[in-house]
């Protein structure tokens, strides 16, 4: 079955870098695309970032400074945040579904998520 794996969180100041990876493994990669989410506590999960063979999506609050990336031989992809601000504190998720496009998909329906990684920025 399906499983993915975040890492690569830490606590970073502002202005810091972090760069986040996940790694799918347990069927096909390329039948899946995948989004990257964050929640911090007491807010609603946020879709920060989705791939696919169409192209790289971003939120708007994380566009110019967060790049989305993938190395499909590995099976991973890594999300590289620049320029982290105390507001991008949250547990990071990565998650996939089974579908060649994540674009506008609510996140509801993506089957698989990974444990999550924690960012702080201070």
């Known amino acids: 079955h399906v499983q993915l794996v975040e890492s690569g969180g830490g606590s970073v100041q502002t202005g810091g870098s972090l760069r986040l990876s996940c790694e799918f493994s347990?069927?096909?990669?390329?039948?899946?695309?995948v989004g990257w989410f964050r929640q911090a506590p007491g807010k609603e999960r946020e879709e920060i970032a989705t791939?696919?063979?169409?192209?790289?999506r971003y939120a708007d609050s994380v566009k110019s400074r967060f790049t989305l990336s993938e190395d499909v031989a590995a099976h991973t992809t890594y999300l590289q945040m620049n320029n982290l601000k105390s507001e991008d504190s949250a547990m990071y998720y990565c998650?996939?579904?089974?579908?060649?496009?994540?674009?506008?998909?609510?996140?509801?329906?993506?089957?698989?998520w990974g444990q999550g990684t924690q960012v702080t920025v201070s």
């Open positions: 791939i696919d063979p169409d192209g790289t």
């Open positions: 347990g069927n096909t990669y390329a039948d899946y695309c």
């Open positions: 998650a996939a579904r089974l579908n060649p496009s994540c674009d506008g998909v609510d996140p509801n329906n993506y089957g698989y």
